[in-house]
């Protein structure tokens, strides 16, 4: 009995902390966030790993070179949320992308080719072809180079600009410890291979995401996002129409939900595309993406494979019970986990001044 009291004063006390952060009081310092007990609760794993900052990361690092730096980036994204409300999901989007090869390192928006024709950039993969959301950052960007010339790096721009964007979305906030620099090369074949694909199986899945440290529930968890924004009908296709060269849909596929996705997304549709056909995956960051996992109607294969397992399918469910309380405060520690891959910090990598170009070239 009471350990399960104590369960719930750290669930309560940690929920205030949370909203503490969401709107800090005035003249709150950096040290009592940072040094907070409920602050460390809540960066612990489930198996009880630490997921404080990179060491290289600290939290407010710019707060004597660029202390308005994320005030500028949280004012720039309300005014684009307010014009734009599918900004978030298509930063987050971008903001995996860039982590998932080599570490938050912004390489996904650099053109490290100096002009040869022979020799392709990361942003040029295949799976890179839908992304949208970069001019969104090169304005993020402009006005903080106003302000802090060659401070803030492009890959802590978008670190930032993700994380508000998720909360202006109506997600969970979660700390961005900043300090990240760019990376000087990008990287076009780990890119065409090891970003996870909307149709890849759930072993293929779980692998890609297990080489870079996150185990089943994280995995689960970060899928969540596709809550929010729209998915091309490009990557539904073959599920609605063609499903493993059989000329017939998933099988998985709930069948009022099979109608209802080829009303959107017809087979004569063109998709090659990046402009072409989408269908909205969700407005509202919250359990939707798992209640619909367990009715069969997940847009993408690889979200409805979560239930192909026992032991996803069981965190499908738990996710999509209750008031959502597990899933925010899991993806928002698999978010934090995820911005500390493979920074760059001290005296690696760059500053680049146009996201776009070398430092030298900027």
Not at 50 to 62: A, K
Not at 268 to 279: C, K
Not at 292 to 304: A, E, P, T, W, Y
Not at 319 to 343: C, E, I, Q
């Amino acid at each position: 009995m009471l350990n399960l009291v104590n369960k719930w004063v750290l669930l309560v006390l940690l929920i205030s902390f949370l909203f503490s952060l969401r709107t800090p009081r005035k003249g709150t310092q950096r040290e009592e966030i940072e040094t907070h007990p409920v602050f460390s609760v809540f960066l612990q794993t489930q198996e009880g790993n630490s997921l404080g900052p990179n060491p290289g990361l600290e939290y407010d690092h710019y707060r004597d070179s660029c202390p308005e730096a994320e005030k500028i980036v949280r004012s720039i994204m309300s005014r684009l949320y307010a014009k734009q409300k599918d900004v978030p999901a298509a930063l987050l989007r971008l903001f995996f992308h860039d982590c998932f090869i080599r570490g938050c390192d912004a390489s996904l928006f650099l053109d490290d080719s100096h002009g040869s024709m022979n020799y392709s950039i990361e942003r040029q993969a295949v799976p890179h072809s839908t992304l949208k959301g970069f001019d969104k950052i090169d304005l993020i960007k402009a006005e903080l180079e106003k302000a802090c010339p060659g401070v803030v790096s492009c890959a802590d721009t978008l670190a930032l600009a993700t994380r508000d964007g998720i909360l202006l979305q109506g997600g969970p906030y979660y700390p961005v410890f900043t300090g990240r620099r760019d990376s000087s090369e990008s990287y076009f074949q780990e890119a065409t291979a090891e970003i996870p694909k909307p149709d890849g199986n759930l072993s293929e899945t779980l692998h890609l995401f297990s080489l870079r440290g996150f185990n089943e529930r994280e995995t689960v968890s970060l899928l969540g996002s596709h809550n929010i924004g729209k998915i091309s009908c490009h990557f539904i296709q073959d599920r609605l129409y063609n499903f493993t060269g059989t000329g017939q849909p998933d099988p998985t596929i709930a069948a009022d939900s099979l109608n209802e996705l080829r009303l959107h997304c017809p087979a004569n549709n063109n998709s090659s595309r990046v402009n072409d056909s989408a269908i909205s995956s969700g407005s509202d960051f919250d359990t939707h993406y798992f209640r619909s996992l367990l009715r069969g109607r997940g847009l993408l294969f690889v979200d409805q494979q979560l239930m192909a397992d026992e032991k996803t399918a069981s965190l499908v469910k738990a996710y999509a019970s209750g008031d959502g309380t597990v899933f925010r405060m899991d993806f928002a520690r698999a978010m934090v986990k995820m911005s500390n891959l493979g920074v760059l910090s001290g005296s690696q990598g760059q500053v680049r001044i146009n996201c776009s170009l070398p430092a030298e070239n900027s």
